[in-house]
């Protein structure tokens, strides 16, 4: 699905040569089934295994392709992006395979932290016992003779887990479908999605982040301006705060209190004039909460979370270098603006061939190649977001610095109350 090839043709004729690898890995109940039943079996987060075997295999092979397994970078948009971050917290940190680093830099395109509890916490259970039900596996049947009669006895599966591992594959595919997806009403409250594990993922990312158990490397990180329109289309019958509210309750923080819910919504306006996509004015509100909606779970999910770990990383490691932005492509465009995953039109296969996928691009490499986007890109200077705490602001035609401390209240509150925000 992602060539790489345009990347790999810009590379050479810039002087700047990669090698770009893409690495398949399990997605959804094949890769982040949770429960207690996952736990006891060690089989959680085998999407993040997969991702580290791939890294292994680079390690052990791209030098027979003329690569330097000492000069990798990961890079991943959306969910790739929070893979990248799990990816430097794996292993409380250690991302080194035969006494060196599996990587030394890394590209977060939209996502970052997701506070997640564990892996057999409540909703996580409800998870896998309907993908249980779903696959048929929550009883078992077994055949018996009773006088001449063959009967059947009924009754609870002893084993759900080994029986999942025996039904025919389009069974299990579509038990683990049964569960809410991405783009439907419970939006971007995830079914599958990396959990701690107590081993591979021994903490919520925030924690070991902020316990500096992570891979402290030079990164990229940002965002779409209006990352939250795209998950906000399904929720047309919700009309009023307290019915938003009830929403977040049910679908997304069942450890946070109403209260809690109640104080982070009323950080938002309750105004057409506000809310995502955002500069828009009165247009766009295609429901009574729409643009509230789209705000609040762009903040939530990619925006201020990316924010947060940006404060923490660099107080954390102040030395390590990171460079942020923010993309506003498509500022006007009705009802989604700027949109999630809009950046992979406009960047990663360089539809346009216009400033921001050019100069997005030479950032890039000029980043993999020696871990500073502004060495030899030919473009203006992009501050590191330490200094002055600024993101690269990206325009089809232009780009310029731009203060990262927009939506304050909603930051401070979020940071503060992250705690009951796990999903």
Not at 274 to 296: C, E, H, T, V, W
Request: hydrophobic content about 40%; aromatic content about 12%.
């Amino acid at each position: 699905m992602y060539d790489g090839a345009p990347w790999v043709a810009s590379s050479i004729a810039r002087g700047e040569p990669i090698i770009f690898v893409s690495v398949n890995y399990r997605v959804g109940g094949f890769g982040f089934l949770p429960g207690k039943e996952i736990l006891a079996d060690g089989s959680a987060n085998l999407g993040l295994l997969d991702q580290r075997l791939g890294l292994e295999w680079v390690a052990d092979n791209i030098a027979s392709f003329g690569g330097d397994p000492t000069k990798v970078t990961i890079w991943g948009e959306s969910a790739g992006a929070m893979s990248v971050l799990d990816q430097m917290a794996l292993y409380d940190g250690d991302n080194t395979y035969k006494g060196k680093s599996l990587f030394r830099a890394a590209i977060m395109n939209s996502g970052s932290i997701v506070p997640a509890d564990p892996v057999d916490c409540p909703k996580g259970q409800d998870v896998y016992n309907t993908v249980v039900n779903a696959a048929g596996c929550s009883v078992s049947y077994t055949p018996f003779l009773e006088g001449h009669q063959i009967l059947i006895r009924r009754q609870k599966s002893s084993d759900t887990l080994a029986c999942l591992r025996t039904v025919p594959y389009d069974t299990l595919l579509g038990a683990t479908n049964s569960v809410s997806g991405i783009l439907s009403y419970s939006s971007i409250a995830l079914s599958y999605l990396p959990r701690p594990d107590g081993k591979a993922l021994t903490m919520s990312p925030e924690l070991l982040i902020a316990s500096g158990k992570y891979a402290k490397v030079p990164f990229i990180i940002g965002n779409q301006e209006d990352e939250g329109t795209l998950f906000s289309l399904f929720q047309s019958n919700i009309s009023t705060t307290d019915q938003l509210s009830t929403y977040f309750q049910d679908q997304f923080f069942h450890s946070a209190s109403k209260a809690t819910i109640d104080a982070l919504i009323k950080t938002y306006p309750e105004t057409i004039f506000d809310g995502s996509p955002f500069r828009s004015g009165i247009l766009n509100n295609i429901y009574p909460q729409f643009k509230r909606m789209a705000a609040i779970l762009g903040d939530l999910t990619f925006i201020l979370t990316r924010r947060s770990f940006m404060n923490i990383a660099n107080t954390v490691a102040p030395t390590v270098p990171s460079w942020a932005y923010m993309s506003s492509y498509n500022v006007g465009l009705p009802i989604l603006g700027t949109f999630h995953a809009s950046d992979l039109l406009q960047v990663f296969f360089g539809v346009l061939p216009n400033y921001a996928s050019v100069a997005t691009r030479s950032y890039y490499l000029s980043f993999v190649n020696h871990m500073d986007p502004n060495t030899n890109s030919g473009f203006k200077d992009w501050p590191r977001w330490s200094v002055g705490k600024k993101l690269m602001n990206f325009y089809p035609l232009t780009a310029w610095t731009i203060d990262d401390d927009f939506r304050s209240d909603s930051y401070d509150f979020i940071v503060k109350n992250i705690g009951s925000l796990h999903i």
